[in-house]
């Protein structure tokens, strides 16, 4: 989610900054990734991170500081944690499926399938995947400086549209770009309408089953635990580090609910990018992208997937953040998959940018 529950940075892709490289006195006598990890944690003082590559069949783990403060234990080389913003490349996957069963159009209003959710009926389904439909961001309802109040309380998809229609549109449909959680709210409600099924069993149907992603889910309201192993998921709150692993994330849901591992993250963006999820016309339209307001020269923003121009190319990916964990996965050059993931959100000011170096050294040394 952008703003990750939080009044923060992170939900969309990584929406702060140019690519940075690693501080000299960190990156001497050590790789390029471990050099940018080091840098997130030794000077931007984020508790643990990790970086997991996939190059054909190579598996590459990096980690750097500590997955348990308290305990010194280090982070997983492979663990649970909560995606965030990510979550809409999955749920754009499956409304983009359920196109190319005709079941869906990307240019049919959204009224045609949830008729009397939205004030405007021109507003269609690309613009809700595209963040073009001037629909407002919900999280701005929210009190979001009171997390604890947030940890237990879950929502419902209704009432999260209702919260965002409380505040004027932020332009007319289709003529301006902002990113906002309400339209893949509104994209999940779709879902569940056209199918008659929640919209965890069609992602695990469609997407996480036949990929062999055992490790991927969307919790439902109450399931608050996050499987272990796991790194601890920090907030930082009043001058401490406050675990915020468990709380109720229905209130990100199709916006930002899922939990997954890195590895599933690099197998589901190979699989998506290598066109084993979506068909060529729909996964043309997935890329078919307009430039985004991310703070980064060139970065551009499809139908849940987002590309940013790095040193040897373009990643096409998603960056997520919500309590405790932020990360960015997803597919540069040559078939290179990578997932970075620290254990910390919000995050420090300077972290945005050090984390779009440490994909551009995962994706590209």
């Known amino acids: 989610m952008r703003k990750s529950l939080r009044a923060g940075t992170a939900g969309t892709l990584v929406a702060l900054l140019a690519v940075t490289t690693a501080a000299p006195a960190l990156a001497a006598a050590t790789s ?112 979001l400086g009171n997390p604890e109040a947030l940890r237990h309380r879950g929502a419902e998809p209704a009432e999260l549209v209702a919260r965002a229609l409380k505040y004027p549109a932020l332009f007319p449909p289709g003529t301006g770009w902002s990113y906002s959680n309400t339209n893949y709210i509104v994209a999940g409600m779709l879902v569940e309408r056209v199918t008659g099924h929640p919209l965890d069993t069609e992602i695990t149907r469609r997407i996480t089953r036949p990929l062999g992603l055992y490790d991927t889910y969307l919790p439902g309201r109450g399931d608050e635990r996050l499987p272990a192993p796991h790194a601890v998921g920090y907030l930082p709150l009043d001058g401490k580090l406050v675990d915020f692993s468990d709380f109720d994330a229905t209130i990100a849901w199709a916006a930002g609910g899922l939990v997954s591992t890195p590895a599933d993250l690099d197998r589901f963006y190979g699989a998506l990018l290598g066109g084993r999820l979506l068909g060529p016309a729909e996964l043309a339209e997935m890329r078919r992208t307009v430039p985004a307001d991310l703070g980064i020269p060139g970065a551009r923003y499809g139908l849940g997937l987002g590309s940013i121009p790095l040193s040897c190319g373009v990643v096409w990916g998603h960056e997520g953040g919500i309590m405790g ?10 078939d290179r998959r990578a997932t970075v993931v620290l254990n910390e959100n919000p995050t420090p000011a300077d972290t945005g940018q050090h984390l779009l170096a440490a994909v551009d050294a995962a994706v590209c040394s």
């Open 325 to 334: 964990f932020t990360n960015f996965a997803g597919v540069g050059p040559e």
């Open 32 to 143: 390029p990734v471990q050099a940018s990890l080091d840098v997130l944690t030794a000077q931007d003082g984020v508790p643990g991170a990790a970086a997991v590559v996939q190059d054909g069949r190579r598996t590459q783990v990096t980690r750097s500081g500590k997955g348990d403060v308290a305990t010194g234990k280090a982070f997983p080389r492979n663990g649970s944690f909560r995606v965030g913003s990510v979550t809409k490349s999955f749920v754009a996957t499956v409304v983009l499926q359920l196109v190319a069963e005709g079941r869906v159009r990307l240019d049919a209003p959204v009224s045609r399938y949830l008729p009397g959710l939205l004030p405007d009926a021109r507003i269609t389904v690309r613009q809700l995947l595209q963040h073009t439909s001037g629909i407002p961001d919900y999280l701005q309802d929210f009190d």
